[in-house]
């Protein structure tokens, strides 16, 4: 082999060389810019921390909707899946028409809530649990007489496009202590 046959081939081993390593340096600053925009998006994605205080407030917004006396108004609180066991009904509620139909008769009584004692559960950003103890002050439509009911709750919340909903309420009166 001649001289200048070697000084090409050291030329092309270098040039391959070459390339090889700046192919390389692309990859990894493609895949460094790939992980630092993925890890962006995730922290600008990530929805803010859910709180107690929050799903505590749910309540009182439910709440709001029973003094409106407006039963598709409390009805608009449930998701359209929603499962409802309810205080006044041995009837199960599981879509939007039957719920609507358990508030119109409810409602007649002009109840307002107040919760007595609640154990939240934040599960994940999108779904959390509110269980615990409730008074109803109701009122007889007929008399005016108004009397305290005591109750079990138990919600269960799900953010959905953005608006938390029950996805199932339970209410059972409180048994007496025995």
């Given at each position: 082999m ?5 000084t ?12 090889a ?29 859910v ?43 599981t ?22 004692r ?8 999108n ?38 909903l029950?996805?199932n ?10």
């Amino acid at each position: 082999m001649n001289r200048m046959s070697r000084t090409r081939g050291r030329s092309r081993s270098r040039t391959r060389g070459v390339l090889a390593a700046g192919v390389a340096v692309a990859a990894l600053g493609t895949l460094a810019a790939g992980v630092g925009t993925a890890q962006a998006d995730q922290k600008e994605r990530r929805p803010a921390k859910v709180t107690e205080r929050e799903i505590a407030g749910l309540f009182d917004r439910w709440n709001a909707a029973l003094r409106t006396g407006d039963a598709e108004k409390v009805t608009e609180r449930y998701a359209e899946d929603a499962v409802l066991l309810p205080t006044a009904s041995p009837r199960i509620r599981t879509d939007h028409a039957a719920i609507t139909d358990y508030f119109e008769h409810f409602l007649r009584n002009s109840p307002r809530g107040e919760k007595l004692r609640s154990e939240i559960t934040v599960l994940d950003e999108n779904s959390a649990l509110d269980a615990g103890l409730y008074r109803f002050h109701l009122t007889d439509p007929g008399t005016g007489a108004t009397r305290a009911v005591d109750a079990r709750y138990t919600y269960v919340y799900e953010k959905r496009g953005g608006d938390w909903l029950i996805v199932n309420h339970h209410s059972s009166v409180l048994p007496a202590e025995g």
